[in-house]
Structure formats: structure tokens, C-alpha cells
């Protein structure tokens, strides 16, 4: 395989984690190069080149730009200009999949989903789990390339390899047309204390068994006990408990701990996805026939509203 | 105002069906039902138009599937539009969402709704594949959505929290789960729903070309099926007021604490 060109995403100067974890698994499978849209380029060059990148294209500023039309065009000029790319890897967060879907049109080509595993087996062949993590669905491009797959958060692991920063390439930003109108305003971020939810080593997450907002508190006090991060089913999110940024699962956070701990939680296949590799699963739920004790390695039938503050007073007095 | 609303009918998840090993296609044998994913978009639609406009569902569905789509046409929605060829089968995203861009243009809408991921594909792509098949600008991931004058503001869900962004329309938003509560269908809507237009079309209809879309225009291949390494079962035990201690001797064994 050739060149393979990450999508990378960055904030205040950082590399999205997501992106370390693509850069590692495309230097495995051939020459790692960055693509990126947005400012300050020169930031994140030293740490795309120590994970693995040669060389970053980028746009610079996009102004109030969306990534999605703006890296989208950038991206099928350079392929109409000449450049070619074998594979093109997305992580599938808000701004992969915009990008991934509109350069799809551009170029007419595919776009393969929810990827979880890459095999070069004299072309890449994507792994995708489907009814709830038990089957694989294993796809590959019949078409030339470049082979765009959309990959999941946590499917890699990140590496730094050394390199020297990444070399920064223009990549020249085309007129958009209409399909460039939408302005971002403004930008909010939630605050928040402790280990991010998807680094954290323990993640302790409460769903609907609860019963009221009020009662998450209980999940706050125990992952703050357990050094860990509190996280929530799409149940208590949609119903307004807690902010979207706690969601795991399909639609959230993908999570890899070495312990998860499940509170009230009823294990939908779409919760699932998203805690399934943890090392270690704890469940707590009153319904022994939960499917969430399926996958737990330690499971307790019983009340939230009694086993966690019995927990919670056992590990107070530590 | 128009708003075109993408819903997809889907198997009951409850009862997802099977893969068939020999086409690779998803065998689904019951009635196919109003994806709930697309209910919130239905019901956006309905709150925005209040009522002073006209909402146009689209749906692309084998065997002209209409049970998904008389639910949405209960809950207020005005007509729609139902694409259903034998040539779709086994369309993926792009092949989607060229057909359904093709019926949204024969409608000229203000404003194309659609959920920001289906409940059985996910693919998460269709929505913003129709803005740029379209050549429109596209919001995703709307949690929050205002019009005024010919602009909408949108709160666009971020990993972080949450963007404020403007767009003009005409244009393509696709909406979380949990944006809006989707109303249930009254039994008066439910009655004008049996009587309320669905436009059926072909591919031909839409001057799509059977070779782009379909298995034929997927442009790749399944090359296995296999059952996942399932995640064991561990140690199951009844709260009898002491389990808190199995998991504190649990978390020490895995030096957490
Ligand atoms: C397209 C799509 C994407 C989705 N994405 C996600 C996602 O990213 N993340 C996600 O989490 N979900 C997602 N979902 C939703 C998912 O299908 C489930 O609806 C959701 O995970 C259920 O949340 P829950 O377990 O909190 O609630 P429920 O399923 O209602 O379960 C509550 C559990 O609490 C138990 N319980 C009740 N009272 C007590 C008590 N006192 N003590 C102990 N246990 C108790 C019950 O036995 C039950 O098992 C998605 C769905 C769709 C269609
Ligand atoms: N066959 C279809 N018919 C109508 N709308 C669809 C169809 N497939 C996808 N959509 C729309 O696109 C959204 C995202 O779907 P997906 O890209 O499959 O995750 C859905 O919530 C629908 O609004």
C-alpha cells in the first residue's frame, strides 16, 4: 500500500486522540500523511510527525467554517490535481463524517462505516460489528481507489514513533459555492473536572435505573472516589440528566478502561458498542435478566440506591 | 415554508432479521416501521412549519413500504414522496442518498430534515451526501433549531459541548435523538393519514441509472460474515445488603484501590 492520508482533527494545539489512533494504524499499513483544515498547523506538526505522519496537508484557517464542505473540496482538488491517496482514514466524530460524506460525492466513490479493524489482504478490507457486536461484516472496495473508510474511536492504539514534525504541504482551499454558507457563531464547551471520559482508567456510568437526575450525583461521587470518570446511557441524556459530552455508546463516547462500571444500566446493543472492550465490567441492576450481566464479569442483582452508597460509605472510610 | 423530512422505514428493532449468507442482504420478512431515529425530524418539522407550510416526507423503501410512512403521515405530516425499485436493493449510503436527493429536488423544499444516524444503518453520511449531492450548505448533528428570516440557528451537539451556527436556507440539518419530543399520532390523525398522498416512483421516474445505485453502484463487497469472539458472562451474585463488599474486594483484586 502507498500513501494513506489521516483526517486530523486538533483543538487548542492538541491532537485529537482519535487521530493519534488512525496515524497508527495507517503507518502500519503504509506511508502515514495528515490532512487537516483549520489553524495553527505549525502546532500540531511535532506531534503528527512523533506519531507517525511524514508529511500534514493542510488548509490553514477555514474562518467560521464548517470542515465538512471546506476539507471536503480541498481534498478531491488535490485528488483531481494529481495526488492519490490508496486509503483515506476518518474517525467517526461530527466533522470525520461530514467531510467523509461530502468528499464520497465529490469523488463518487464509497464510503465504508462504522470500521472497527483493517486488513491489507492485497487490498483493505474493513471490519464492521453489527447486531450488537456478535457478527463481523467484513467489506472491501470493489472500485479504484482512494478506499475511504469511516473508523471507530479506540479501534487503534496510539503510538508515538519519533519522527521529526511533519512536514506542512499547502493544500490549496477552492471557492465553496452555497455549500460553504453555514457559520459557526460561537463555541461552547461543557466544564469538567477529573479524567476526560474517554482516557480514564475507571468509568463508573448510571443509566435510567436511577430514576431521577438528582440521583447522579451518586455516579460523580463514586468515579471521583475511583479516580475515574463519570459517564451515562443516551436514555438520562436525552432526558436532560446530564450533558451529551457523558453519552457512551453508538451515538457517544467509545470507552476502554480497566474497569467499567455499569449502575442502572440495561445494556442496549447501542450502549454496548461503546464499553464492550473495557478490561474489566462491573453491573449493577435490579433485573437479573439484564443484558448487561452478559458481558460483566462481576454482576450484582440488586438497587442502585442501596449498593452504591453502601460502596460508596465502604470506600469513604479508606 | 416546505420542509422535506428524509424518514426511513426500518425492521422492527425488536425484531431485526437476519443476513441472508447467500445474497448478503438483510432478510426482512415483517412490516417495516417509522425509524424512531426519524421521528424527532418529523416532529421538528411539524413544530417549525406550525402549521403555516407544507412538510413532505421521503422515503426510499423496498417493496413500496408505506406502514413507516403513514405513522409520520398520522403525527401531522402532509404528503410524501416513496421511492421503490427492485434495483435499490443493496444500495449503501451514496446510492441512498442520490435517490433521495433526486426526490427532494422535484419538491424544491426550504429545508431538507433528516436524523443524523438510522437505527439499523448508522452510516451517520446520508444526510450531509444529499446536502452535497444538492449543492446545499448543511448543518448535522442539530440539537436545536430557529428560523428567522431566511436563516436558521442551530446548536450543532459537539464532542465538547456545542457550536452556535448560522445558515441560510435552503438547507440540510440533520437532528439528534432527544431534539424535540415526537408527538403520538391521534386517532383523528390517524384516520386522514389512510387518505393523505403518497407519490410512488422508480428509479426511472428520477432519471437514475439502475448501474449507480443497488449492489451494482456500491462499488464494494462483503467478503465474510462471521460470529464475533463473545465477551463471557463472569460471576453473578444476589444483593443481599453485602454485595458492595464483593465489589470492593473485586476492585482491590484489580488494584483500583
Ligand atoms: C440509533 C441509536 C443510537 C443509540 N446510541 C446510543 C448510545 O450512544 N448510547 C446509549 O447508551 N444508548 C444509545 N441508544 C439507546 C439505547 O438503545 C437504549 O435505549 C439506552 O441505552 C437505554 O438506556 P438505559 O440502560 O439507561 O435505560 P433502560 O434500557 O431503560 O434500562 C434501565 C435499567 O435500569 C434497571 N433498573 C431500574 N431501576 C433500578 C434500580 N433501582 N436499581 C438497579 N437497576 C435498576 C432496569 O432493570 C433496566 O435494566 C441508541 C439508540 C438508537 C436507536
Ligand atoms: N432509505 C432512506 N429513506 C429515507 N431517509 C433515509 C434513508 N436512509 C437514510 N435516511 C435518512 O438519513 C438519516 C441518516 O441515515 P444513515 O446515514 O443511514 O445513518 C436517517 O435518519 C434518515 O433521515
Known amino acids: 500500500m502507498g500513501t494513506v492520508w489521516v483526517h486530523a482533527e486538533a483543538a487548542d494545539g492538541k491532537v485529537a486522540s482519535i487521530t493519534l489512533e488512525l496515524l497508527a494504524e495507517a503507518r502500519q499499513l503504509g506511508d502515514a500523511e495528515a490532512v487537516y483544515a483549520g489553524p495553527g498547523v505549525d502546532d500540531i506538526a511535532d506531534e503528527l510527525g512523533a506519531h507517525g505522519a511524514t508529511k500534514v496537508h493542510a488548509t490553514g484557517s477555514i474562518g467560521t467554517g464548517l470542515q465538512g464542505p471546506a476539507l471536503a473540496s480541498a481534498m478531491a482538488d488535490a485528488i ?8 483515506i482514514l476518518f474517525g467517526t466524530t461530527q466533522d470525520g463524517r461530514d467531510v467523509a460524506a461530502r468528499l464520497s460525492v465529490k469523488l463518487d466513490a464509497p464510503v465504508i462505516t462504522n470500521i472497527v479493524e483493517l486488513v491489507d489482504d492485497g487490498g483493505l478490507v474493513g471490519t464492521e460489528p453489527v447486531f450488537g457486536g456478535t457478527t463481523n461484516v467484513k467489506t472491501r472496495f470493489t472500485g479504484g481507489s482512494p478506499a475511504i473508510f469511516l473508523i471507530r474511536p ?6 508515538e514513533v519519533g519522527g521529526g514534525p511533519a512536514s506542512v504541504v499547502p493544500l490549496p482551499l477552492p471557492d465553496l459555492g452555497g455549500a460553504g454558507a453555514a457559520k459557526v457563531q460561537n463555541r461552547f464547551a461543557a466544564e469538567s473536572e477529573g479524567p476526560r471520559l474517554d482516557e480514564a482508567a475507571v468509568v463508573v456510568s448510571g443509566g435510567r435505573g436511577l430514576g431521577e437526575a438528582e440521583k447522579y450525583h451518586m455516579i460523580e461521587e463514586l468515579a471521583a472516589k475511583l479516580g475515574g470518570a463519570a459517564g451515562a446511557t443516551r436514555a438520562i441524556v436525552d432526558a436532560g440528566w446530564v450533558p451529551y459530552a457523558l453519552q457512551v455508546g453508538q451515538t457517544g463516547k467509545v470507552v476502554k478502561p480497566d474497569v467499567y462500571i455499569a449502575c442502572g444500566i440495561s445494556g442496549a446493543t447501542q450502549h454496548m458498542v461503546g464499553m464492550k472492550g473495557s478490561k474489566n465490567i462491573i453491573a449493577i441492576n ?3 435478566e439484564a443484558p448487561i450481566f452478559s458481558i460483566a464479569d462481576l454482576g450484582v442483582v440488586g438497587d442502585v440506591h442501596k449498593v452504591i452508597p453502601a460502596l460508596l460509605e465502604a470506600l469513604g472510610s479508606r | 415554508m416546505k420542509v422535506a423530512v428524509c424518514v426511513k422505514q426500518i425492521p422492527d ?5 437476519k443476513i441472508d449468507p447467500e445474497t448478503k442482504t438483510l432478510v426482512r420478512d415483517t412490516k417495516l416501521i417509522l425509524d424512531e431515529s426519524d421521528s424527532y425530524g418529523v416532529e421538528m418539522a411539524l413544530q417549525l412549519v406550525d402549521g403555516d407550510g407544507e412538510v413532505v416526507l421521503v422515503s426510499m423503501a423496498p417493496n413500496e413500504e408505506v406502514n ?4 409520520a403521515l398520522a403525527m401531522g405530516a402532509d404528503s410524501a414522496i416513496l421511492v421503490s425499485d427492485d434495483a435499490l436493493a ?11 436527493a433526486a426526490a427532494i429536488q422535484r419538491i424544491e423544499p426550504d429545508l431538507v430534515l433528516a436524523g443524523t444516524e438510522s437505527s439499523d444503518g448508522y452510516t451517520g453520511t446520508v444526510p450531509e451526501m444529499i446536502a452535497e449531492l444538492m449543492g446545499l450548505p448543511s448543518v448535522t448533528f442539530a440539537k436545536e433549531i430557529a428560523i428567522s428570516g431566511g436563516e436558521v440557528e442551530v446548536k450543532r451537539q459537539t464532542e465538547a459541548g456545542y457550536d452556535e451556527v448560522t445558515c441560510p436556507l435552503p438547507c440540510v440539518l440533520s437532528v439528534t435523538a432527544g431534539v424535540v419530543e415526537p408527538r403520538y399520532p391521534s386517532f383523528k390523525g390517524i384516520m386522514a393519514a389512510k387518505s393523505k398522498p403518497v407519490e410512488k416512483l422508480g428509479i426511472a421516474d428520477l432519471g437514475i441509472a439502475a448501474d449507480t445505485v443497488g449492489w451494482a453502484g456500491a462499488g464494494q463487497e462483503i467478503v465474510a460474515i462471521e460470529p464475533a469472539p ?5 460471576e453473578v451474585i444476589e444483593d443481599d ?11 482491590e483484586e484489580l488494584k483500583v484501590i
Not at chain 1, 483531481?80 to 486509503?87: E, I, L, Q, R, T
Not at chain 1, 479506540?154 to 503510538?159: G, M
Not at chain 2, 463473545?230 to 463472569?234: I, L, N, S, T, Y
Open chain 1, 286 to 288: 435490579k433485573d437479573p
Open chain 2, 13 to 17: 428493532p425488536a425484531d431485526p432479521g
Open chain 2, 241 to 251: 445488603g453485602e454485595a458492595y463488599q464483593r465489589i470492593v474486594s473485586f476492585l
Open chain 1, 154 to 159: 479506540k479501534s487503534f492504539t496510539a503510538e
Open chain 2, 230 to 234: 463473545a465477551r463471557e458472562a463472569g
Open chain 2, 90 to 100: 443493496g444500495s449503501d449510503a451514496l446510492g441512498t442518498s442520490k435517490v433521495l
Open chain 1, 80 to 87: 483531481a490535481g494529481g495526488a492519490s491517496p490508496d486509503a
Open chain 2, 68 to 71: 413507516g410512512l403513514r405513522t
